[in-house]
């Protein structure tokens, strides 16, 4: 009787080594943002004090996957163009400013270059 329960006691620990290596070898790997890539959509934008551009970023792992996270926004300088948590920015005064996305520890720049406000004539922009 001894030598059955040791039978089975050793088959249950054979069972366990098994399916932990098992589940080590095949588990699939969580994403590694610190190597994947950070991409900031335009690299530059040129507008008019008083206009709004669009900056899109998106974060991917090294598999090219998309990782769902918050990004950070910031310009360089205030003064010239402003920037939203969504990525619009604002231009608000002629100059040059560098936008910043950042994400995980991954940061990305684009430029933004704000020209002086459109003049009215008439009461209408010139385009």
């Known amino acids: ?22 589940n080590d070898s095949f ?3 969580p994403n590694d943002p610190s190597t994947g890539t ?13 206009e709004v551009a669009v900056f899109k970023a998106s974060l991917k ?3 090219g996957d998309q990782i769902a996270t918050n990004m950070r926004w910031t310009s360089s300088d205030d003064a010239i163009a402003t920037v939203s948590a969504s990525g619009e920015v604002f231009g608000r005064a002629e100059g040059r400013a560098v936008i910043t996305a950042d ?10 270059q704000v020209l ?12």
Not at 1 to 22: D, E, K, N
Not at 116 to 127: S, V
């Open 1 to 22: 009787m001894p030598a059955i329960t040791l039978l089975r006691i050793v088959a249950v620990l054979t069972a366990v080594s098994v399916t932990a290596a098992c």
């Open 27 to 29: 588990s699939v790997p």
């Open 38 to 50: 950070l991409t900031v959509v335009p690299r530059s934008a040129t507008i008019h004090a008083g």
């Open 61 to 63: 792992d090294e598999f």
């Open 103 to 112: 994400a995980l520890g991954k940061s990305q720049t684009s430029v933004v």
């Open 116 to 127: 002086a406000r459109k003049q009215k004539k008439d009461g209408e922009e010139i385009q």
